[in-house]
């Protein structure tokens, strides 16, 4: 019984001999040694990587040192696995760690810089912090002595009722019933006293115990601690600043909005900061190759169509990339003369143009300001 292969033979074999060490037959195939790869989780990059998320598609944070030759290799992705056997990965958008991160890090400074001019200076906080701290320490002491008083009243009140069970013993002996209901009076009244001196005990051992946490667990609001924050920010190593981030934020989402624009969302922890938004664009678009359909759009309609039209078949190309592939790759006339001349910037797709009309943003202009965004 046959059937359908599952993937085509050229694909198969180009796996196989690709990967394996022997052919089918067991033969040793020349040239193929095992390979080894390595994680790059060690490389200082993606400050964002446990905050960052994407309404597109899951967002891994991905090591690659020749992007864009940056001197940060790092990089992060949108990627989307495809609906098919093989798993392929797709990536809506690809965008340098740096410039994210650098974004959001000079946001948060700025919303920091806002708070310190709100409040005393960070050398008042340490101030009343080491007074607060003294005040502790002193009633921790207090605490200390009231509870070696009362284990000293204890030791001697219980010394005190096992006289009195003497005597409630003698006064039975000689048949006192008065003398016998005095004393017993009096154990019931010594005994009341120990268990109400115990539980005050066990109240101070408590208060004691929060104290001694408090000072172990010595810190401020959360405005003294992003002021602590800014003021420490430039020597702090990678490491620790990603700490910092992830207590200062509780999310961050990149979302592919044009060919080259990405939005940028940010959720911060301190609530009257709540949840904003701006746009950047980043220097590298989507590098894909050209569909059959992209390719028969050009070839039917280079020569003779308007610029604008042109490109609004391809909203995802640049006039650039048009005209590049048009000319290296297709053997066509050359376009007749445009009776209009339009202002095109040859780095902007189509659905650059639409969105950045939409937001009111000029096209030499690399990103927008932060604006709040309500939640959804």
Request: glycine share 4%; charged share 35%.
């Amino acid at each position: 019984m046959s059937h359908e292969p599952v993937i085509e033979k050229e694909l198969r074999e180009f796996a196989y001999y690709r990967l394996a060490k022997t052919d089918l037959d067991g033969n040793p195939i020349e040239g193929n040694t095992q390979r080894r790869y390595f994680h790059h989780d060690d490389k200082e990059f993606g400050l964002l990587k446990f905050r960052i998320y994407s309404d597109q598609g899951e967002v891994d944070t991905h090591y690659e040192p020749d992007f864009e030759k940056r001197q940060s290799p790092g990089i992060y992705r949108i990627r989307k696995p495809e609906d098919s056997l093989l798993r392929r990965e797709l990536y809506f958008a690809v965008v340098p760690c740096d410039d994210i991160d650098n974004m959001i890090v000079k946001r948060l400074l700025e919303r920091i810089e806002e708070l310190s001019k709100k409040q005393e200076s960070i050398e008042i906080y340490e101030a009343n912090a080491v007074v607060v701290r003294s005040k502790r320490l002193s009633k921790i002491k207090q605490i200390e002595e009231s509870i070696n008083d009362i284990d000293k009243h204890q030791g001697g009140l219980t010394r005190n009722l096992g006289r009195v069970e003497i005597e409630i013993e003698d006064a039975e002996r000689e048949k006192d019933e008065a003398k016998k209901e005095v004393k017993e009076r009096r154990k019931e009244l010594i005994e009341k006293e120990i268990e109400m001196l115990e539980i005050e005990r066990k109240r101070l051992i408590k208060a004691k115990e929060l104290l001694e946490e408090e000072i172990e667990n010595d810190i401020g609001t959360l405005e003294e601690e992003l002021v602590k924050l800014k003021n420490g920010w430039s020597q702090y190593r990678f490491k620790r600043r990603r700490s910092l981030i992830n207590f200062a934020i509780r999310e961050v989402r990149i979302n592919k909005v044009s060919t080259h624009w990405i939005e940028i969302q940010v959720l911060w922890l301190h609530e009257e900061w709540g949840h904003e938004h701006m746009y950047y664009r980043r220097q590298a678009g989507s590098i894909k190759q050209w569909s059959s359909e992209e390719i028969a759009i050009v070839e039917t309609h280079y020569a003779t169509m308007s610029i604008i039209e042109l490109m609004a078949l391809l909203p995802d190309r640049t006039w650039h990339a048009i005209r590049f592939y048009a000319g290296q790759h297709l053997d066509l006339p050359k376009r007749r003369r445009q009776n209009r001349v339009l202002s095109i910037s040859l780095d902007n797709s189509y659905s650059d143009m639409e969105f950045e009309k939409s937001k009111g943003i000029s096209n030499n202009v690399s990103y927008a300001n932060w604006e709040p965004l309500s939640l959804r």
